[in-house]
């Protein structure tokens, strides 16, 4: 099922996903980084790459949102889709609540803060795979026909206009 919202030929939602999931994971490690750190250096880094991380988020949700309303009512895809977007909403909010308790002084989050983004980091690797199974084994987000000899998405061609002889 190819994507609804399209640049250059790509799916958005799937461009998108990279910053909030590094942003925040990496976050989240800066965190536990800065617990083992004496002067805890690591914490104003990890406050900054959540908001943008969670700005992000929101971002790429929008796009997830766009192609998850075309996938058919009653197919496996749009339950696990339901369950991936419900999953990266978890994310987006166990860690905006680390933001909002670190906000008063970012270089000392206090340990909540970092529980929660701790917490957020692992839905997020959960809520990712979600995203891959509906990519890899779904077709979510896949060109019609795509093979490992379809043209550039930048050609106009589509995917599927190589001959079947030429497909492996």
Known sequence: ?????KLAGHSVHQMLVAF???????AAGFDLVGLAMPRGEWFP????????????????????????????TGARAKMIGQWHGAGNAAVILLFAASWLLSRHDPAKPGMAAVVLAV?????????????????????????????????????GRPAGGVGKADQP
């Open 45 to 72: 880094s990890a406050f900054y790459m959540i908001a943008v991380g969670v700005t992000a988020g929101v971002l790429a949700a929008v796009f997830g949102l766009i192609d998850w309303l075309a996938v058919p």
């Open 1 to 5: 099922m190819e994507s609804r919202a």
């Open 119 to 155: 917490l957020g980091a692992g839905a997020a690797l959960a809520s990712g795979w979600l995203g891959g199974e509906l990519v890899a084994r779904m077709g979510v987000g896949v060109d019609e026909g795509a093979n490992l000899n379809a043209p550039s998405s930048l050609s």
């Open 20 to 26: 909030p999931l590094g942003l925040l994971v990496t």
